[in-house]
């Protein structure tokens, strides 16, 4: 039996204000075709269906035409909760789906969900959890952190052993070095980190959360992975569709490289470089693009540059003036500028151009203005 693996989707996700959605929705069209050649018999996935708690109509829309092509296709799916998703409106109505074999997390109560996708494969459920919310059905046990809750939970499952047993999670399984990205919620101290070894007893763990898809510790412990690269701190990842091929107690694993309708790249060099003709006839100018320009001084150089690549997603200077800037911004001389002074030297940055006269005097007028008005400074 194979069964797809995914996770964070974040749909309705936008990348510097530029809707995902098409792109997304490339994604799982790929990943219909992967269900439909490879004769996969269920779907995983594992949190953060949704980018926000309140989904788009978009996002919702994407969302319920992909679980309607795996009806129609009878595959049987498996979703959880993860933190981007608001619990209560992504379980709506899942006591009726699951007539059309689709099964999706309900909110928390003491234990988890657990389903038959087969006689000998069992499928459980466990929703992103906090310790507060595990500790109300537990108010006997000592709950101090995401650790314990998550063992007291895991521990309270009596585990069919002729079985193969698979649990879907949405938590930061912490081990070694694992691979972080920019765009992913992170706890301050690690607070929310937990134990691999909690996981011990399970054949499959399909995890969630982190965006680069790998394994933890063990083949059997394993992030899917987010279907986009959703920041540029992702932009050397290797995204996959992770496959399960199930024979009695072994499982083996394939994996597909996804494929993107704009791909994320990165530039450094000179304007003159970027608007030449004779570089940007050899790439793709509708990919998501990070430009770092190292010229001193280029007024409006996005504007100019966006009319040869739509798709600018950030533009940065790195030269005499912000290498200095970067140097000074903890100094003590930046604690004795004035309040001019700050906004002068961000005009520069911003525009790579000094204040004229004419725009002198309107932010001294504003500024003078604001202190009449007592605000604190």
Known sequence: MKILHLADLHLGKKLNDYSLILDQEFVLKQALEIVSDKKISAVLISGDVFDRAVPSSFALDLFGKFLFELIKLKVKCYIIAGNHDNIDRLSYLSSIIESADIYISKPFSGNLQCYSLSD????YLMP???PQIIRKYYPDIRISDYND?????LDNIELNKNKVNILLAHQFVAFGNLIHSDSEQKSVGGVDCISPELFSR???TALGHLHCPQKVC???IRYAGSILKYSFSEINQKKVFTVLDISDKNIEFEFYDIKFLHEMKEYKGYFSEFTDENFYSKINTND???FILLDENIIDAKKKLSKIYP???LLEFDNTFTRNANSEFNSEISAKKSIYEHFSDFYKLQCADELDNVKNE???SAIDNIKEENCVL
């Open 120 to 123: 000998d494969i069992d499928i």
């Open 128 to 130: 992103y959890l906090y």
């Open 149 to 153: 809750g998550i063992k007291k939970v």
């Open 202 to 204: 399970f054949d499959y």
């Open 218 to 220: 063990l083949d059997k």
């Open 288 to 290: 998501f693009i990070h």
């Open 311 to 313: 798709n600018i997603m």
């Open 362 to 364: 309107i932010v001294i």
